[in-house]
C-alpha cells in the first residue's frame, strides 16, 4: 500500500536529512532567473535561429515567445506561492495528478534542465575558444567539438561543467551569491553591445525583415518566425529554475511571484533589443555560429570592447549554465524524496544543506552530453521539454482551482481559465512548430523514462 505523501521536509527511515536551506529572497530569486534565462539564448541560440528560421524578424520571435512565456508566468507564480517546495513543475503536477503523471513531467525536466546545461556548455566553449583564439591560444581540433562538429570531445564544455558542479555541491548561498555578482556583470556588458552596436547599425541587413520563404515549413517566412520562436523557447527555461527554487526561499508566498514576474519582464526587453542589434550588424546568414556576438563585435571593429563582450558572454554562459544544474539537481531531490529514485538523491550534506549526490550524477551526465552532441541538437531537445513543462503547469492551475478552490492562494491568476487556457495553447502552438526529428528525440526519452519507471518507481513511489 502506498505511504501517505511526504511534504520534502525532515528526515527519510535512514535518519539522513532531506531539508533543504531556506536562505533565498526575492533579489536572489530575480539573480537565479536573470542568470538562467540570460544566457544561452542570447549569446548562442540567436545566431542559429536567424540564420536557419527567421532573419532580422527574430525579434519578433522572442516577442511571441515572451507573450507565451507571460501566460506561463503568471501559472507558475499562483503555483510557487501555493506549493513552495522543491521540484517546480514536477511538484505541481504531483499535487495535481498523482504519480505517474509526475513521474513523466519529472523524467521530462530531467531532459530539459540537464541538455540546457549542456547547450550552454558547448556555446561557453565557443566564446572561450574565441577569446583563446585572439592571443594565439588554439586547442587541437580533436578537443574543441563533438564529433558532430568535427572533434572527439568538447573539452572546454565539460570543464566547465564539472567546475560549476564542484561550486554546487558546497552551498545554495554561495552559489547565490557568486550568480548575482555574474548576473550584474553580464547585463551591464549586453547593455554595452546594445547601446554600442546602435551606432554601428547598417539598418539595410533587416530588409526584408520577414524573409521570402524558402519552400520548406520553418525555412523564414512567417512559418519560420514561429519556428524560430519555437527554438529560442529555450532561453525562457529559467523559469523552470525559478520555480524549483521556491522551497529554497524565506518567504516564498511573496518571492516567488516577485522573482518569476520580474526576470521574464527583464529578460524579454533584453532578448528583443540584442536580436535587433545582433541582426542589424552582421547579416543573418552569417550568423550560424557558436558564438554570434563574437562575430558581431569583430565586425564592429573595437578590438577592445570586442574582448570585453566576449568576457561578457563568458560571463553569462557561466551563470546560464550553474542555474540549469541547480535546477536539475533540486528536480532530482523532489522525485527521490517521493521514492520515484533512490534514497541516495534526496539526502542533503549536513553542512552545506547541498543535494551532493544528485549534483555529482547529473554534472557526470551533463559533462558527457556537453562533451559529445552538436549544440543544434541540444538546443531544439531543450525547447520541446521546456514547452511540454510549460502545458503541465498551465493544466496544473485550472485543475486545482477545480479540485483544491479553498486552498490559499497568496497569488492568483487573473482570469485563470483563459489566461492558462491561451498558455497551453502558445506552447502546443510552438511545439507543433518544431522539427519531426526533435518529436522522435523527445519520444525516445520517455520511453526510456517509462522503463525506468516500470523497473524501480512505481515499486518505491510514497505519493497517494
Not at 499562483?78 to 504531483?94: D, F, K, Q, V, W
Not at 499535487?95 to 556555446?123: K, N, Q
Not at 554534472?363 to 558527457?368: C, K
Amino acid at each position: 500500500m502506498a505511504e501517505p505523501a511526504v511534504t520534502g521536509q525532515g528526515s527519510d527511515a535512514s535518519g539522513a536529512d532531506r531539508t533543504l536551506a531556506r536562505t533565498l529572497t526575492a533579489p536572489g530569486l530575480v539573480a537565479i532567473g536573470l542568470g538562467a534565462t540570460i544566457g544561452a539564448g542570447i549569446f548562442v541560440l540567436t545566431g542559429t535561429a536567424a540564420a536557419q528560421y527567421a532573419g532580422p524578424a527574430l525579434s519578433l520571435s522572442f516577442v511571441i515567445g515572451g507573450i507565451a512565456c507571460g501566460f506561463v508566468g503568471l501559472c507558475y507564480a499562483e503555483l510557487a506561492a501555493m506549493i513552495p517546495e522543491a521540484g517546480s513543475t514536477y511538484t505541481y503536477t504531483r499535487a495535481s495528478l498523482g504519480a505517474f503523471p509526475a513521474w513523466i513531467i519529472g523524467w521530462d525536466l530531467v531532459l530539459e534542465f540537464a541538455v540546457a546545461a549542456a547547450t550552454v556548455a558547448v556555446g561557453w566553449s565557443g566564446y572561450a575558444q574565441s577569446l583563446a583564439a585572439d592571443f594565439g591560444l588554439r586547442l587541437p581540433p580533436s578537443l574543441a567539438g563533438a564529433p558532430g562538429d568535427g572533434g572527439l570531445v568538447n573539452l572546454p564544455a565539460v570543464a566547465i561543467v564539472l567546475l560549476l558542479t564542484g561550486l554546487l555541491t558546497r552551498a545554495t548561498r554561495e552559489a547565490s551569491l557568486v550568480t548575482g555578482l555574474l548576473v550584474a556583470c553580464k547585463v551591464a556588458i549586453i547593455l554595452a553591445f546594445v547601446a554600442v552596436g546602435a551606432v554601428h547599425l547598417r539598418p539595410e541587413l533587416w530588409h526584408p525583415f520577414v524573409p521570402d520563404n524558402a519552400g520548406a515549413f520553418g525555412a523564414y517566412g512567417w512559418s519560420g518566425v514561429f519556428r524560430g520562436a519555437a527554438v529560442v523557447f529555450f532561453a525562457f527555461v529559467g523559469f523552470e529554475t525559478v520555480a524549483t527554487a521556491a522551497g529554497e526561499c524565506r518567504a516564498p508566498q511573496r518571492d516567488a511571484p516577485v522573482g518569476l514576474i520580474g526576470s521574464l519582464l527583464i529578460t524579454t526587453v533584453l532578448y528583443v533589443a540584442m536580436a535587433a542589434v545582433l541582426t542589424g550588424l552582421v547579416p543573418y546568414r552569417d550568423l550560424d555560429v557558436a558564438d554570434p556576438v563574437a562575430k558581431a563585435v569583430d565586425a564592429i571593429g573595437l578590438s577592445a570592447f570586442a574582448t570585453a563582450v566576449k568576457v561578457g558572454a563568458l560571463i553569462g554562459l557561466t551563470t546560464s549554465a550553474l542555474t540549469a544544474l541547480y535546477g536539475q539537481g533540486r528536480i532530482f531531490f523532489a522525485m527521490a524524496r517521493d521514492g520515484f529514485l533512490p534514497k541516495m538523491f534526496c539526502r542533503v550534506h549536513p553542512v552545506t544543506r547541498a543535494p551532493v549526490a544528485s549534483q555529482l550524477v547529473i554534472g557526470l551526465f551533463t559533462a558527457a552530453v556537453a562533451g559529445l552532441v552538436p549544440i543544434d541538437v541540444l538546443g531544439e531537445i531543450v525547447s520541446i521539454g521546456t514547452l511540454l513543462a510549460f502545458c503541465l503547469v498551465c493544466a496544473t492551475v485550472l485543475i486545482l482551482r477545480r479540485t483544491d478552490p479553498d486552498r490559499p492562494r497568496p497569488f492568483r491568476v487573473p482570469a485563470a481559465t483563459l489566461t492558462a487556457g491561451l498558455g497551453i495553447l502558445s506552447c502546443v502552438a510552438l511545439m507543433a512548430s518544431l522539427p519531426a526529428e526533435t518529436w522522435i528525440r523527445l519520444a525516445i526519452w520517455l520511453a526510456i523514462g517509462l522503463a525506468v519507471y516500470a523497473g524501480y518507481g512505481r515499486h518505491h513511489v510514497r505519493i497517494n
